[in-house]
């Protein structure tokens, strides 16, 4: 038996890293399990930070193609060198998990490197890379082991013709031809990247619609800016098979209202529909650790699991699989520890698709609103009708601001547009203060600047918006 801790975090990622530095703070002996080469997770290796990389740069490179000349910037013959775009995103990445070493290091975390699981209420065993077992006891286990893709039945991922998200980030060179499976945010901003980088690309979606769950006027809006930027839908399509034939991919997919079947040629196939609580190998079962029929364990309000010393954050729970949500729910279980209240808003959870132009919600959508028979009133404003959108050439989208009909408390907003996945930090907040819109539309905004969007918006609850 090795050293003692107070509290063993499995799994290094955004819920279990946060979860550690805060426990540390709080004055725990704290150590984190980490099975993957590097910190960060998910999030900072595959997910979110290789993937913002490759949009912005991405982008940047569009730009200089489609814009810049008009704009006076007379840059000729652009190219891409596609391995240097990657390097540069490997590079990001290394910073960002060596960042989280250098916090846990600062800290005085103890990083175990290795496969976790839990053999004992309070035992954790470590299998690291020479196979070599150690046992830890501790007073406190957290269970942060994340989520993996998920795939369709008989479509099997290889990682070099049919890919996930991970294979995605990684292609060496541009394919000529990308199918998406899936019109989620993972699948659209993959394949913003491909194509702003010259891939001709089709998203097979099985629903009449993109990004389910987010209010219906924004995914209507979105779904026309991305088919005018040359993303091809297939909308309603169910697909039945992938098959590799000589190197190539062939998608066949029916339509669910006039049941034609299709078969499209590939290069490549990313399957991004969706993702799984990744808790295999821990040993769930044997403790008796209960999960619902979606594979994800089961707590209650305070994270805890049938043993009141074993928790469980992030992607292994139910809610919106978010780095911030995991984040959140890792400092509140620390506090819960501690004996401190803990919490998270599950109310108040911004959601962000980084594509141009970004997408932003957070709170309720009209379509819950209707389901709740809740009444509400809604203030839009457009980005054509905001100075500063105006002078930089992006003036497609819109900020909407729902509100409570009698109280006028916010409820929700949601903005497609530009900068917007910064500004949904704004609605948040007020709607964490219990804002009414007439606060935000009170609330002295710099010009020019988007967020005037966002007061114009607040002011058009009341129909009293200055510039539209
Ligand atoms: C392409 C892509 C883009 C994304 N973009 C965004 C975004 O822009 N914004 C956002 O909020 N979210 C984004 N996400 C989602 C986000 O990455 C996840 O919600 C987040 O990483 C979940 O954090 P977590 O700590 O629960 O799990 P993870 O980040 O998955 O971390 C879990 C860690 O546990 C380790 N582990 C698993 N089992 C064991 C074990 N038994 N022993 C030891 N270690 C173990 C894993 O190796 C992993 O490193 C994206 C995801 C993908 C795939």
């Known amino acids: 038996m090795q050293e003692n801790f107070d509290v063993i975090v499995i799994g290094g990622g955004p819920g279990g890293y946060v979860c550690a530095i805060r426990s540390a703070q709080l004055g725990f002996k704290t150590a984190c399990v980490e099975s993957r080469k590097t910190l960060g997770g998910t999030c900072l290796n595959v997910g979110c930070i290789p993937s913002k990389s490759l949009l912005n740069l991405s982008e940047i490179y569009h730009k200089a193609q489609t814009e810049f000349n008009n704009l006076g910037i007379e840059a000729n013959s652009i190219k891409l060198n596609l391995s240097k775009m990657m390097n540069n995103k490997d590079r990001s990445v290394l910073t960002l998990t060596k960042g989280v070493e250098y916090l846990f290091k600062k800290n005085k975390i103890a990083y175990l490197r290795g496969y976790g699981s839990i053999t004992s209420k309070n035992t954790v065993t470590v299998v690291d890379e020479s196979k070599k077992k150690s046992h830890y006891q501790t007073e406190n286990i957290v269970i942060s082991t994340g989520s993996i893709p998920v795939s369709l039945p008989k479509i099997k991922i290889d990682e070099k013709i049919i890919v996930s998200s991970t294979g995605a980030l990684s292609f060496s060179k541009v394919p000529k031809k990308l199918i998406i499976i899936g019109g989620g945010y993972i699948g659209l901003e993959m394949g913003s990247v491909w194509k ?71 290069d490549k196939v990313l399957v991004a529909v969706g993702r799984k609580p990744n808790i295999d190998g821990l040993n769930l079962t044997k403790m008796g650790i209960e999960k619902d029929n979606q594979g994800r364990i089961q707590i209650n309000k305070k994270f805890q699991t049938k043993f009141e010393n074993i928790y469980a954050i992030g992607d292994v729970i139910p809610g919106p699989m978010l780095a911030h949500k995991a984040e959140d729910e890792g400092i509140a279980v620390a506090e819960i520890i501690a004996g401190q209240s803990g919490h998270v808003n599950y109310k108040v959870i911004p959601a962000v698709i980084y594509t141009h132009p970004e997408v932003a919600c957070v709170g309720k959508t009209e379509e819950e609103l209707k389901k709740e028979k809740i009444e509400y009133k809604v203030g839009k404003f457009p980005f054509l009708a905001n100075s500063r959108a105006k002078v930089n050439n992006e003036t497609e989208g819109f900020v909407k601001i729902i509100a409570n009909k009698k109280s006028d408390k916010v409820l929700g907003a949601h903005m497609i547009g530009p900068q917007v996945g910064t500004m949904i930090a704004e609605v948040a907040l007020a709607m964490e203060f219990g804002a009414s819109s007439e606060d935000i539309a009170r609330t002295c905004h710099a010009h020019p600047t988007h967020t005037e969007a966002i007061k114009e918006a607040a002011l058009a609850v009341d129909k009293r918006s200055i510039h539209y």
């Open 196 to 266: 702003r980088l010259g891939s001709e690309v089709t998203v097979v979606e099985f629903l009449d619609h993109i990004i389910p769950g987010m209010d219906g006027d924004i995914s209507n809006e979105f779904l026309k800016i991305l088919k005018k930027q040359g993303i091809d839908f297939e909308l309603n399509s169910k697909v039945n098979a992938v098959a590799q034939v000589k190197g190539q991919a062939i998608v066949s997919f029916t339509n669910n209202k006039s049941a034609k079947i299709e078969r499209v040629q590939a």
